[in-house]
């Protein structure tokens, strides 16, 4: 009988064991456990920051103003050469859609709506092309309009003052209030 109950417990401890190694598979142990390897989480982050820089950067245009420093002249240059008189050409961006353009001498021109109602700038560059061929050294134009003239078309504006078919003509803008 003891020979019984040997035999007994050593297929009960076979069984055991079976037991014990499938429970093991199931039940991890967490001291087995390896550390959250962080490396290509960061990897994955700066490719994500990288890419959302450049996608940010190619949806916000950047312009390039020209800046001209003034230059250092002596009296004598001064006095020998003094410069032209300057036209004082100015233009007034009003709220009904027109442009009120001309320089200080002359009455200024008022330019009506284009065809399909927006602001006519086509007709501001062509004037102000007319009056660059006729005054070649002037640069500063004076730009003043209402409060409530949107900023897209003070933008547009000045765009159309500043280059016209590849030429530099009024690139030094000077914001003036509108008075009325």
């Known amino acids: ?31 087995s456990m390896e550390e959250i390897a962080l490396v290509p989480y960061l ?3 700066m490719n994500l920051v990288i ?3 450049v996608t940010i950067a190619s949806f916000m245009p950047l312009g390039i103003l020209t800046i001209n420093p003034p230059q250092k ?6 006095a020998a050469n003094p410069p032209p008189p300057s036209i004082k050409f100015t233009v007034a961006v009003s709220v009904d ?22 602001y006519d700038y086509e007709a501001l560059g062509k004037m102000a092309i007319e009056l660059k061929e006729k005054h070649k ?7 003043a309009a209402d409060r409530v003239v949107r900023y ?16 530099h003509m009024f690139d030094d ?8």
């Open 51 to 53: 890419f959302m820089l």
């Open 173 to 180: 803008v000077v914001f003036a209030p509108l008075v009325k």
């Open 97 to 118: 859609g027109t442009f009120m353009a001309g320089p200080a001498a002359d009455a200024p021109k008022k330019i009506e709506k284009a065809a399909n109602g927006d």
């Open 1 to 31: 009988m003891a020979k019984a109950q040997k035999s007994a417990s050593a297929g009960e401890r076979a069984y055991a064991f079976i037991l014990h190694k499938r429970a093991r598979k199931k039940i991890p142990e967490f001291e």
């Open 43 to 45: 990897d994955v982050m």
């Open 73 to 78: 002249v002596s009296e004598e240059e001064a």
């Open 152 to 167: 897209d078309v003070i933008i547009k504006t000045m765009d159309a003052l500043r280059y016209r078919d590849g030429k």
């Open 137 to 143: 050294e002037e640069r500063t134009v004076t730009l």
